[in-house]
């Protein structure tokens, strides 16, 4: 079982910073894809951003600029950067990956993921 063990959250102002670190096993994989989802309070789950086995990444619009995602494939960790944070950030973020090769807009859908983590919370105040 790969599953994945995100750390790094926790409480921050508007307009700060927060780098999310997600333990990935399945990073041992060649062929493995990653990404961030996020689901806020009372929503439901969404895409943040994705990275192919090649370290080609793909953002949704509403963190396009402010996060970045990042791999080292050495360590087995997926990163999150989130600068310019907002309170319409706040949620619980979570990792996932998969075995493959998918790229591109394929990367933000959930349902391509089979290995999930627990979750680590991001509140941002404003």
């Known amino acids: 079982q790969a599953q994945p063990v995100e750390s790094g959250g926790g409480s921050v102002q508007a307009g700060g910073s927060l780098r999310l670190s997600c333990a990935a096993p399945?990073?041992?994989?060649?062929?493995?894809?990653m990404g961030w989802f996020r689901q806020p309070p009372g929503k439901e789950r969404e895409a943040v951003a994705g990275i192919s086995w090649l370290g080609s990444t793909i953002y949704d619009d509403s963190v396009k600029g402010r996060f970045t995602i990042s791999k080292d494939n050495a360590k087995k960790t997926l990163y999150l950067q989130m600068n310019s944070l907002k309170p319409e950030d706040t949620a619980m973020y979570y990792c996932?990956?998969?075995?493959?090769?998918?790229?591109?807009?394929?990367?933000?859908?959930?349902?391509?993921?089979?290995?999930w983590g627990q979750g680590t919370q991001v509140t941002v105040s404003s």
């Open positions: 996932a990956g998969a075995r493959g090769s998918n790229w591109g807009q394929s990367l933000l859908t959930w349902n391509n993921y089979n290995d």
């Open positions: 399945g990073l041992t994989y060649t062929h493995y894809y």
